[in-house]
């Protein structure tokens, strides 16, 4: 089998990729590590800002003690999902690293980093899930009484009809978040492990279109 080689050249191709994937890794750490400091339940926190948005401290203050809650429920579930999103995080920057520095192992990290993305989105889909069914359940119907109130929403819907809504707004976001992640997983493992990977570390022969 032929051995890697070190890049000679960066397509557009491989800038895009590289620039996403640390913006991506960066984020996430970031995210992992506050998350470890102030552990709280997001989509109870989009709930929460709504609330403030709408002069309802009182409900605000509700929404937060929900948050916590939650959070209690699944301390040991969230820490162990942030320390695995730091160990994502820092693969996926040193990925970046090795491939903007022309290291011959930068595709075989890259591909690497695309099944761990995969695998590290499929897992944590059910934890988000839970945790938004339960805001959904227990925020919804306060915060659709706060927009019926404040006249946000007209008064002829009734409030069960608004939580309706509400829950599958709070709901949707980790299937969204996850699909977004294992699309740009994918992108990695086509450009990276397909011909235009292979002919730039030296595995065959370029392409004689261009690389970008």
């Known amino acids: 089998m032929t051995a890697a080689k070190a890049p000679t050249h960066r397509p557009t191709w491989l800038t895009v990729l590289t620039s996403t994937m640390m913006l991506y890794g960066g984020l996430t750490l970031i995210g992992a590590l506050v998350t470890l400091r102030e552990p709280k339940a997001v989509p109870v926190m989009a709930l929460e800002n709504v609330a403030r948005a709408s002069d ?55 591909l690497v980093t695309g099944w761990t993305g995969i695998a590290y989105h499929l897992g944590s889909l059910p934890l988000g899930v839970r945790m938004a069914r339960q805001a959904a359940v227990g925020g919804a119907p306060l915060l659709a009484q706060v927009l019926i109130a404040s006249g946000k929403e ?27 992640g294992i699309v740009g997983c994918l992108a990695l493992l086509a450009y990276f492990g397909g011909r235009r990977g292979r002919a730039l570390y030296g595995l065959e022969q370029p392409p004689p279109t261009s690389q970008t």
């Open 56 to 110: 309802q401290t009182e409900m605000a203050q509700k929404m937060d003690a929900l948050s916590d809650e939650i959070v209690a429920q699944h301390r040991g579930a969230v820490r162990l999902g942030a320390f695995i999103s730091i160990g994502v995080a820092l693969l996926t920057l040193y990925a970046v690293a090795a491939i903007l520095s022309r290291d011959r192992n930068g595709r075989m990290l890259a």
């Open 154 to 180: 007209p008064p002829e819907i009734t409030a069960a009809d608004l939580t309706a809504k509400l829950h599958a707004v709070i709901v949707a976001p980790p299937f969204v978040a996850a699909g977004i």
